[in-house]
Nanobody, 124 residues
Framework: QVHLVESGGGLVQAGDSLRLSCTASGPTYSNSAMGWFRQAPGKEREFVAAISWSGATTSIAASVKGRFTISRDNAKNTVYLQMNSLKPEDTAVYHC?????????????????WGQGTQVTVSS
């Protein structure tokens, strides 16, 4: 089973940047596309970004496109979410997820494994 651990969240001011990391372990991680989702209290968990196993294909939500970038380093078993020009509305718990397959997905039910999440808070 894939185990995912996120890190890098914190409290920042609007306009600042953060880089989230998700480190994966387990024999089934290989050949897995990865995604980032976020969830604010009382709201549905929403898609943020995803990347194929090879890293050749990415998808970014319209709400963060141009500000966020997803990347991965398979040698380190790590996926990153670079977040620039942060806004208060970006405040949420950010979760990484893995699916059993190399192609990325944007639906949360297409992912099989989830990390515990890391809190991102953006003040104005």
């Amino acid at each position: 089973q894939v185990h995912l651990v996120e890190s890098g969240g914190g409290l920042v001011q609007a306009g600042d940047s953060l880089r989230l990391s998700c480190t994966a372990s387990g024999p089934t991680y290989s050949n897995s596309a990865m995604g980032w989702f976020r969830q604010a209290p009382g709201k549905e968990r929403e898609f943020v970004a995803a990347i194929s196993w090879s890293g050749a294909t990415t998808s970014i939500a319209a709400s963060v496109k141009g500000r966020f970038t997803i990347s991965r380093d398979n040698a380190k078993n790590t996926v990153y979410l670079q977040m620039n020009s942060l806004k208060p509305e970006d405040t949420a718990v950010y979760h990484c997820a893995a699916r059993r397959g190399p192609a990325l997905g944007i639906r949360k039910d297409s992912y099989d494994y989830w990390g515990q999440g890391t809190q991102v808070t953006v003040s104005s």
